[in-house]
């Protein structure tokens, strides 16, 4: 008899680990199924021990131990990927489980019984491919060659599914047999036509897919790839994420493979890693600008006429319309009409009264409403509905800033043909799909839009950014990090002698001052100086744990306990109190008695380790 410590496959449930028992033989990384209330759950056993020697202590337990319900897979993850797993969630405070979890579909677990550890292997080392998406993709194709030439796999890893489409049908051509694809939006019926290829096939293979662990259920994988490493896609939906690069690239290691980090502007942590020499360069490292970019400062344009638009912005858009030909793409940060409402009297920002989040005004159904973006409240105001300032009364509400409903309205006026893709006119993938084929078959045309649209764009004659202004009030150390992605991934999409037309009233900020120079190697050191100085990632871990209703003595009890480490404590309203814990990274990375003590020590608050958000 055996006494099993298991990890359950699930999201949601209260508890990390979970002790059940067996009479059959049981190792470490099988999968079993268990019952947790009357509902059937799939588990990884952790630990297993001879239930005879814990015969006391499980006398003194407060529980009843229970029975497996059954075997599932034997050794179905191997010690290699098992370790690389367990190290991913000791380091981000997280259930191995969740980590499976996200990693592993619930729908593919019973398509195939094991992963595989790769048999040849060349070695772990880190690999840094910094250049235009054009070079990477010429790169990836010799690569992919030099791969089936010695009969092993490769996987690539993209952070969208849009990203996949769009890299299947550059890196596909004359291996369509040998491509597969995983992620999920592929269809049930297609799902298990390619992993039963990714079982059987012979032939080494081509796979993309998003963050997964089953293309490792082939033996032959001798490299991994981790394309548009800058994107912050890779870390998981949910208020609850982490970033799965590090599991990725922990998961090359553990199996004795080569990774290469891909992207047009490299993560500074994967600079970090370069500067330490615990990366190489495969091609010298592109810090060229060759971004088509032009800045206008909106303080000084007075009057243009548009409350949104430069008279640059007027002039390309009027040219188009008197030429009758240019896709142009308006990119706003923000859905709905306009991202902010405060009273003109006191200052007060109009918040949602549940979750203190700004309420965006949307037209809905003809009728003005305000929605949370956050908990989905909503404030509907009919003709005769007048808004006032909770705070002070006051009825001069005025809305303030730029998102995708106001801009379509001003360009209604223009008369050229509108396109808009967001979250709230294109909530479907097929309707973003429609949006974009139409605005790309049209003669000319405006498309506006969000993040989502500009994920989606391969191509445009010219983009005009409108604004970027409300990511500077954002506390994120990120913002900047962001804004030079998001512009030199713009650049790539411009086609001909098209611009970026790129609009603030902050155009002293450090960040476009680089972003107008011809060079990107000040901005990484004076980034990567600035996180060091202020114990920031990548030099330091950053842990955040949020409390509701902490009180005064544990606070100081945690305050000692964590000596000598740096310490915020912030209180966010609402009775929540939020702690920030400052590590150096290479201790945390070194260090699992450290980690099990700050597990320990924070074990009530809800905890993340360097999060996408510190402030939400």
């Known amino acids: ?81 098992w370790g690389s797993l367990y190290y991913s969630a000791s380091y981000n405070l997280k259930p191995i489980g969740q980590i499976i979890y996200d990693l592993i579909p619930d729908k593919t677990i019973p398509l195939f019984e094991s992963f595989k550890e790769p048999e040849k292997t060349k070695g772990f080392e880190l690999l840094l491919l910094q250049n235009s998406y054009t070079d990477r993709i010429t790169r990836y194709k010799t690569t992919i060659r030099e791969s089936f030439a010695k009969m092993q796999s490769i996987v690539i890893f993209f952070p969208t599914i849009i990203d996949i489409e769009n890299a299947y049908e550059n890196l596909s051509k004359g291996i369509d047999d040998f491509s597969v694809i995983i992620h999920s939006g592929v269809s049930e019926k297609q799902l298990k036509k390619n992993i039963d290829k990714l079982k059987n096939g012979e032939h080494p293979l081509l796979i993309l897919s998003t963050y997964s662990l089953i293309p490792f259920i082939r033996k032959d994988v001798g490299l991994m790839v981790i394309e548009r490493e800058h994107s912050t896609y890779y870390f998981t939906y949910g208020n609850d994420n982490y970033d799965t690069r590090f599991v990725l690239e922990r998961l090359a290691h553990n199996l004795n493979i080569p ?9 500074l942590t994967a600079h970090l890693k370069y500067k330490r020499k615990d990366a190489i360069e495969i091609m010298p490292i592109h810090y060229r600008n060759d971004c088509p970019l032009e800045i206008v400062s909106m303080a000084d344009e007075g009057k243009s006429g548009s409350p949104y638009l430069s008279r640059k912005a007027l002039s390309v858009l009027h040219n188009a319309k008197l030429e009758n030909k240019g896709h142009i793409f308006l990119y706003t940060h923000r859905k709905g009409m306009y991202p902010t409402t405060i009273c003109s009297d006191c200052g007060t920002l109009f918040v949602c009264q549940k979750c203190d989040k700004p309420y965006v005004l949307h037209k809905i159904g003809g009728v003005r409403t305000y929605v949370c973006h956050k908990c ?45 893709i967001d979250g709230e006119h294109t909530n479907t993938k097929a309707k973003v799909k429609k949006v974009y084929t139409k605005w790309r078959e049209s003669p000319y045309g405006v498309l506006i839009g969000t993040e989502m649209a500009h994920n989606v764009i391969q191509e445009a004659d010219n983009i005009i950014v409108m604004s970027l202004d409300s990511l500077f009030s954002l506390p994120e150390y990120r913002t900047d990090e962001k804004i030079l992605n998001l512009i030199s991934e713009m650049g790539e999409k411009i086609s001909g002698t098209g611009k970026i037309i790129f609009q603030t009233r902050m155009s ?14 000040d901005f990484y050191k004076e980034e990567l100086s600035q996180r060091d100085k202020f114990l920031l990632p990548p030099y330091y871990v950053v842990i955040k744990t949020s409390f509701e209703n902490l009180s005064e003595e544990k606070r100081e009890r945690m305050k000692q306990e964590l000596e000598p480490y740096v310490v915020d404590w912030f209180e966010a309203g609402r009775g929540i109190t939020l702690l920030f814990i400052h590590i150096k990274e290479t201790e945390w990375a070194n260090n699992e008695i450290l980690r099990m003590r700050i597990k320990k020590i924070i074990y009530e608050g809800d905890s993340k380790v360097n999060p996408l958000h510190f402030f939400i």
Request: net charge positive.
């Open 508 to 521: 002293h900020s450090p960040i476009v001052k680089y972003l107008s120079s011809h060079s990107f190697v």
């Open 1 to 81: 008899m055996n006494l099993l410590t298991v990890a359950p496959i699930s999201e949601g449930l209260p508890t990390d680990y979970l002790s059940y028992f067996s009479k059959e033989k049981i190792s470490c990384g099988d999968l079993v199924e268990i019952q947790i209330k009357r509902r059937n759950y799939s588990a990884i056993v952790v630990e297993v021990k001879d239930l005879a020697e814990e015969k006391q202590n499980i006398k003194n337990a407060s529980f009843g131990l229970k029975k497996i319900s059954r075997v599932i897979h034997k050794n179905f993850i191997p010690p290699k990927i």
């Open 259 to 267: 990774c290469v980090l891909g992207s047009q502007t490299l993560s």
């Open 376 to 420: 989905e409240n909503i404030i509907s105001l009919k003709e005769d509905t007048s808004l006032t300032c909770r705070h002070c009364g006051g009825w001069r509400m005025q809305t303030l800033g730029i998102a995708t409903g106001g801009v379509e309205e001003e360009l209604n006026r223009l008369g050229i043909p509108i396109f808009v």
